[in-house]
């Protein structure tokens, strides 16, 4: 399956933890939807990314992508240490200049 670039480091940097490397992803205005809450701007993004990251130790594993235009949606197979798991989600992508500036993650 054929991922957009920043897609691919998206996946990669939640499986290695790096939230850093995650934010980097982002835009600086990006806005993430996760779990009812709304996270804004690069700083908030890596705070969620962070927490989730060493709350749920999650690894996604794609199943499929469809784009059109400036928008992607990743279907994933999510794991963790999170009760459910494993769980199919979606994470719906608007892109920027080869950035991610919105992302809804929905099941």
């Known amino acids: ?11 990669e940097t939640q499986h290695i933890f790096d939230s850093k490397a995650f934010a980097e992803c982002f835009t ?10 709304t996270h804004n701007g690069k700083e908030e993004i890596q705070q969620w990314i962070n927490h989730a990251m060493e709350e749920y130790k999650s690894a996604l594993e794609p199943l499929n992508y469809e784009q059109s235009e400036s928008k992607g949606v990743l279907t994933a197979n999510v794991s963790g240490t999170f009760p459910g ?16 500036q919105d992302l809804k993650v929905t099941d």
């Open 28 to 37: 600086e205005s990006a806005i993430v939807h996760d779990e009812g809450k």
């Open 85 to 100: 798991s494993p769980i199919v989600l979606k994470f719906h992508f608007d892109f920027n200049n080869g950035q991610i």
């Open 1 to 11: 399956m054929k991922l957009p670039q920043v897609v691919e480091r998206f996946i």
